[in-house]
């Protein structure tokens, strides 16, 4: 396995590569993490169907409209006291929102962190268990877990593409690798400024 990130792998790729790592025996991933490895739906907590409601012109302001452009978005991204990574775009600590891009409904639900026993709609990725996945990869060095981390930054590109082609990206945070020791992962922020601020 790759000790450093490539952003040309893709997430299922990575995942495919921490399964056969676990399914070895030498994966000394902790055993609440384990769920990522077996679960056959694990997809890095992409949310389909908030990310379809992002890209649905109805949730679109008429301004946008007769401008005839696509709203813009900043995808922002934190991890919160539980430990679990939330990637959001209509809230967030950063505070990057153009409002008057969306319809007031829409927006003020997706500016709602719960939408009953379900995520928020604004919240277009949730990682649970992210914050131990670090811990995993740095103190114990397992290959299977640092694995889904790089599957994790894949997986985050490849969302920001999607998001891309549908509206305008303006900027986004991103998750950086420091190699020292051990791998250190952290959640980056990169300016509003190029659609293309999940690479690298």
């Given amino acids: 396995m790759p000790q450093k990130f490539d952003p040309t792998v893709s997430s299922a790729d990575y995942l495919a590569i921490a399964r056969k790592r676990h399914s070895a025996g030498r994966s000394k991933i902790y055993p ?8 056959a739906a694990f997809d890095f907590g992409i949310q ?5 409601l992002l890209l649905d012109p109805l949730g679109w302001s008429e301004l946008v409209i ?3 452009r696509t709203p813009r978005v900043f995808l922002d991204a934190r991890v919160n006291q539980s430990g679990n990574a939330e990637i959001v775009w209509a809230r967030g600590d950063k505070g990057i929102l153009y409002e008057e891009d969306f319809v007031r409904p829409y927006l003020h639900a997706a500016q709602s962190p719960s939408e009953g026993p379900g995520r928020g ?4 990725m949730w990682a649970k268990g992210f914050e131990r996945l670090v811990a995993n990869a740095a103190a114990r060095q397992c290959p299977a877990a640092t694995a889904l981390l790089f599957g994790f930054a894949a997986r985050l590109n490849e969302l ?3 998001i891309a082609e549908g509206v305008d990206l303006v900027g986004a945070m991103k998750l950086e690798f420091r ?3 051990a791998i250190r992962p952290r959640l980056n922020s990169s300016p509003p400024s190029h ?6």
């Fill in 66 to 68: 007769q401008q005839k």
């Fill in 195 to 200: 659609r293309n601020a999940w690479t690298g």
């Fill in 160 to 162: 920001a593409a999607v």
């Fill in 179 to 181: 190699y020292l020791a």
């Fill in 121 to 124: 709609i604004g919240e277009v």
């Fill in 32 to 39: 609440d993490l384990k769920w990522m490895l077996v679960n």
């Fill in 48 to 52: 389909p169907r908030h990310v379809d």
